[in-house]
């Protein structure tokens, strides 16, 4: 079974997003960075990696294209 992350809801128990920092540190970004590059605050950067905030598929493709990584790689979980 394949679930997108990007599509849970808040308070479903969402897992942390290790895939995400792991991408974002591989760059040296800091969230605060990542964050200015797809027009968030680093706030929602955190919430997202700590599996806090669900963000939007349009989001998810920013991240990605910053990270030069696909969805899959990123959001889809096993």
């Given at each position: 079974?394949?679930?997108?992350?990007?599509?849970?809801?808040e308070g479903d128990?969402?897992?942390k997003n290790l895939k995400l920092k792991s991408a974002r540190a591989a760059l040296d970004l800091t969230q605060q960075e990542?964050?200015?590059?797809?027009?968030?605050?680093?706030q929602t950067m955190n919430a997202?990696?700590?599996?806090?905030?669900?963000p939007s598929i349009k989001l998810c493709i920013a991240i990605c294209k910053v990270l030069n990584k696909t969805l899959d790689e990123l959001f889809w979980e096993e």
């Open positions: 079974m394949i679930v997108l992350i990007c599509n849970q809801k128990g969402m897992a990542l964050a200015e590059k797809v027009g968030v605050t680093r997202i990696e700590k599996g806090d905030y669900n």
